[in-house]
């Protein structure tokens, strides 16, 4: 039987830092954001900077929006009733993606950060998508990544996604935890969104997913809703 058999169709991922809804007019416009989510067209997004970073850090799309704009429903990773995601990181997914297990990681660096992980249902084929916004620093996105490694060494295994803001400049270096188990993608030059110069946000693949294609998405909308472009890749899972 041929690997491309229609075991199950093709599985869009997207990546996006929403810099709490804040486009480069210095607008905060949630309703244009979602648009440019829903422009996506994908089953998966990881959002960072989801929440507002003061006192109980509400979320800076409204809730009851989310789907009615984008067909996506929120994975419930928040620990409170106004958060959205977890250390700003959210995941939406498509209303037949089931939720199984959810995860909430901190980070280790002088700033508060953290990874959200999903273990997912789509179609039978189970899938775990882990969403993270790693520091400014490289010395702190080293321990984080290996952070997030040693949490999935102690998971069941199942095809992996990590994705997210990962805040590296260079094209090969800073990323070397990740090496053996996950091949990392830049889809192209998501930041800054005024004059794209640097592949900031990354997926990273475990040898269980297939990447068929990948971009970044550069449209009108996506140039000033926020400082970064979405990225987005169409994957079969093996």
Known sequence: ????????????????????????????????????????????????????RLGPRPSALPMNEIQARTDLVPVGVATNEVSLGWHGNAILVRPNVEVTAITRLDLPAMEPRGAVVADLARNGQAIRVIATHLG?????????????????????????????????????DGMEELEG??????????????????????????????????????????????????IWADLTLR
């Not at 010395?139 to 490694?149: D, E, F, K, T, V």
């Not at 830049?186 to 794209?196: D, N």
């Open 181 to 230: 188990d996950f091949t990392v993608h830049s889809p192209g030059r998501s930041f800054h969104a005024s004059r794209p110069v640097a592949g900031l946000d990354r997926i990273a693949l475990c040898d269980k997913t297939e990447l068929r294609d990948a971009g970044v998405s550069e449209t009108k909308l996506s140039a000033r809703a926020s400082d970064h472009l979405p």
């Open 136 to 172: 400014l620093m490289r010395r702190h996105r080293h321990r984080q990544l290996a952070a997030i490694r040693a949490a999935l060494a102690q998971m069941a295994p199942r095809p992996t996604i990590i994705m997210g803001d990962f805040n590296e400049w260079s094209k090969t």
């Open 1 to 52: 039987m041929s690997l491309d058999a229609p075991q199950s169709p093709p599985l869009r991922v997207a990546s996006y830092n929403i810099r709490k809804c804040v486009g480069l007019d210095w607008q905060r416009s949630p309703e244009r954001t979602l648009d440019v989510v829903a422009g996506l067209e994908a089953d998966i997004v990881a959002l960072q900077e989801a929440d507002r």
